[in-house]
């Protein structure tokens, strides 16, 4: 049983006491943050066991402030224990982009009353998961995006995690020097509107791949392919149906045929190691083999090499 100490925290002038004060003033926690509170609430109040920062997080919420598309009824979380001690749990990389402003900035603030610490770090456990899948599973179900879209959760999600692919050119957006030139592939909003654009292909290309064998299938449903997948479709569907239905059917594909060495590389290549690119780049060497009627008896994916994707804008010899 968990002791009880007395403490002084929430008296007037603590920062426990300001943000108190700031949530009683305003309706439903939409606070005007100034950039000097933000700041305070990281130094004093963030949950001591919070992971480091990430720049490309911090530089995408600055963005997203500036371009006008920063979403203010999005919660920043707090919990608040009997002694008056208030934790920050989710959004410092949120605060720290606020407090690099020079005007308060609108956002939305939810504290959670808990009976103990120990009921604190299990709250805050709930959002300390794998960045990846904790922020887009939060994103997604908040705006219930499969349900608007009509897609199944995972195609949702999947589409969401292939959109940034898909916005720049089918080549994977990753670093920080990225970051910077290609920020609103990372905005959130951005994201979201691809999957409403590419409704179209993700139904089509999900009824497609539900056939395949269940190993073949979670290969299938790899950002990577997925990206592929929907491109494909968008710019030549009558091929890309023949070639994706194939795979997913896996029935009778003769040796050599592009689309059977692809299934083998899917198979034997863990998806866990190499980058996101490379991912691409297998399909898509076997989608040229495939649409120009050429036999592939392997399947080399090579650094540095220009991404060339037949009967799209990505066609070979593009300038």
């Not at 700041?39 to 006008?68: D, P, T």
């Not at 592939?296 to 804008?313: F, Y």
Request: net charge positive; glycine share 8%; aromatic share 8%.
């Amino acid at each position: 049983m968990e002791k009880t100490v007395q403490h002084t925290y929430g008296q007037p002038g603590s920062m426990e006491y300001i943000l108190r004060s700031q949530i009683a003033r305003s309706p439903g926690g939409l606070v005007k943050m100034a950039p000097g509170t933000a700041k305070r609430i990281l130094e004093e109040l963030n949950f001591q066991g919070q992971r480091k920062l990430e720049s490309r997080r911090v530089y995408g919420h600055a963005y997203a402030i500036k371009s006008g598309d920063w979403v203010e009824d999005y919660p920043i979380h707090f919990v608040a224990m009997p002694d008056g001690r208030i934790w920050l749990v989710d959004g410092q990389h949120r605060l720290t982009a606020i407090a690099e402003q020079q005007t308060p900035i609108g956002v939305s603030i939810r504290l959670v009353e808990v009976d103990s610490e120990k009921q604190a770090r299990h709250f805050y456990a709930g959002f300390d998961k794998k960045d990846s899948v904790r922020t887009n599973t939060q994103i997604l179900d908040a705006i219930d995006l499969a349900r608007e879209t009509g897609l199944t959760s995972r195609m949702a999600r999947a589409v969401f995690e292939a959109a940034p692919i898909l916005l720049n050119d089918m080549e994977p957006v990753t670093g920080s020097k990225n970051v910077k030139q290609l920020p609103h592939v990372f905005l959130q909003q951005t994201r979201i509107k691809a999957v409403f654009e590419y409704v179209k292909e993700a139904k089509e290309y999900e009824s497609i791949i539900k056939v395949a064998a269940k190993g073949l299938l979670e290969k299938l449903k790899q950002t990577g392919p997925v990206a592929m997948g929907l491109y494909t479709l968008r710019h030549q569907p009558a091929k890309a149906r023949e070639f994706w239905a194939g795979i997913a059917n896996n029935d009778g594909l003769r040796r050599a045929d592009p689309r059977a060495t692809l299934i083998s590389d899917y198979l034997v290549r863990s998806f866990a190691t190499g980058s996101t690119r490379q991912r691409v780049q297998q399909t898509s060497l076997a989608w040229n083999a495939f649409c120009e009627g050429r036999d592939l008896k392997i399947i080399k994916c090579l650094d540095g090499a220009v991404l060339t994707i037949w009967g799209t804008p990505l066609k070979a010899g593009r300038k």
